[in-house]
């Protein structure tokens, strides 16, 4: 099983360009979550999904779209990039019931936004 | 809102020294999850301990052991005899236990150094 898995692992990207982060899981789990993480800060939600066709909000969402088109896939999508988004960013998924507790995290994807 | 605080950003250590890390947090709810997640230097998040709110009992797991407090909401973790390989960003974490997609709120985590 190869778990979580992240593509693509480094991007340098120029303010106001896009790209998509892709995470795809295969684990069959229903939740998926897209975190950042910056120096100091940890990690913070960005998006989640319960389920396919189902995604909301977390605690930094500005900037940031995600689509879960496929139960195994979960995008993120930066439209127009700004330095502000230089960070690694981390996708993790869980499933639904007494184990969702446990979240399992991808490699990361380390974002630089010149 | 719930909130995770790590007020030690950085600890320094040499080889066989204990350390431990402090987690302190704050939740409205009365059950709720607590972790500690590893980061080496490597970047990935490795897993080590899931704990009930409800469950109160400390653990102890090779050279960690974890002290979980209720009444002053702190969670602590110890590496005993501290081994360079323990080498790494220690994040504590906390999350609902019913709520849709168990959402983990993290604090800002503790970098530690061990010297040989």
């Known amino acids: 099983n190869a778990g979580v898995t992240q593509t693509p692992k480094f991007r340098v990207l120029k303010t106001g360009q896009s790209m998509t982060l892709l995470c795809a899981q295969d684990m069959n789990h229903e939740y998926m979550y897209w975190y950042r993480q910056d120096p100091g800060m940890g990690l913070r939600l960005i998006h989640y999904s319960v389920g396919e066709g189902t995604t909301a909000k977390g605690e930094v969402p500005d900037g940031y779209n995600v689509s879960r088109l496929k139960k195994q896939n979960f995008l993120l999508g930066l439209e127009s990039a700004a330095p502000s988004q230089t960070s690694v960013y981390f996708c993790?998924?869980?499933?639904?019931?007494?184990?969702?507790?446990?979240?399992?995290f991808g490699p990361g994807t380390r974002l630089t936004v010149t | 809102a719930q909130k995770v605080t790590q007020a030690q950003t950085e600890i320094s250590v040499v080889e066989k020294e204990d350390v431990t890390l402090d987690c302190v947090y704050e939740?409205?709810?009365?059950?709720?999850?607590l972790f500690w997640y590893k980061q080496p230097p490597s970047g990935e998040l490795v897993f080590l301990i899931r704990?009930?709110?409800?469950?109160?009992q400390n653990e102890i797991s090779g050279r960690y052991s974890w002290n979980f407090q209720k009444s002053t909401s702190s969670f602590n973790f110890t590496i005993t005899a501290s081994q360079v390989v323990d080498s790494a960003v220690y994040f504590c974490a906390l999350s609902r236990i019913k709520a849709a997609g168990n959402k983990l709120t993290f604090g800002g985590g503790t970098r530690v150094l061990v010297k040989p």
């Open positions: 704990r009930n709110s409800f469950d109160e």
């Open positions: 939740t409205r709810d009365t059950t709720y999850y």
């Open positions: 993790a998924s869980s499933s639904r019931g007494p184990s969702s507790y446990e979240q399992y």
